[in-house]
């Protein structure tokens, strides 16, 4: 979570933008197949290991993809989520995509960042997308504030809510703000405070892919192919799997 005197990104070096990137397009023309005028959100599933060398899973929601730099995927996490200890204790995680229209899935390795409110600090910050002018600081609180005003009145509320999953249930006196909507400028009343503790509360889960495994079982025998990128030479490169 980015502080007033945020630390410096990590540095990593970036492939070319859009081509360079050989799974985006089929992962965007598949997304665009099944979810594109669904207003339903988008579960993946996601596995990384626990200090304890448990296995941790999750389901988590897809916001969006990142124009500037197609390895990365957006999700939301609240501050206060109980996810959060589990992405602190490994950022390395797997997902998984079905696509339930198009009969085709995606298995995805990398590693997840943290955008936050500028009063936050992070062990975990983004690095800079390599096609933007702006610092890493800069264009990743830019995308955070857009996405959380996309976000609908009832979803902004939910970051004002308890810790999800975080037993014993608390009382329904919690989870009165039920609808929040996006206030700019400055304006003392009470809802402006609410809403500026919500949007605190909400950060950018930023996944950087490194590896993609795509399955199309459309034809017979079906195609499955797997994506890598190499840091050492700084490209992709793809190969044909046995179905």
Known sequence: MFGLSSPTSPTSPHPTPNT?????????????????????P?????SNIKRSG?????????QSFVEEDERFLVFHIALNDTLMGDIKSDPNARLCWTMPKSKEYFKLRGKFYIASSPLQVTRFPPPKPSDSKLSAVEFWENERQKQWKSLPKNVRATYTWPSRGDYPRADNASF???SLD???GDDGSKLKVVHDI?????????????EMEYFDYNSFPP?????????????WSTQELNP
């Open 20 to 40: 360079a990137v050989p799974w985006y397009s089929d992962l965007k023309k598949s997304y665009n197949r099944n979810f594109l005028y669904s207003d339903e």
């Open 176 to 178: 009165a703000c039920q």
């Open 182 to 184: 996006s206030y700019s």
């Open 223 to 235: 195609r499955r192919n797997v994506f890598t990128f190499s840091v050492k030479e700084n490209k």
């Open 54 to 62: 448990d296995i941790s899973m999750h389901c988590i929601q897809f």
């Open 198 to 210: 919500a949007m605190d509360n909400y950060c950018l889960l930023v996944y950087k892919v490194t």
């Open 42 to 46: 988008v579960f993946l599933s996601m």
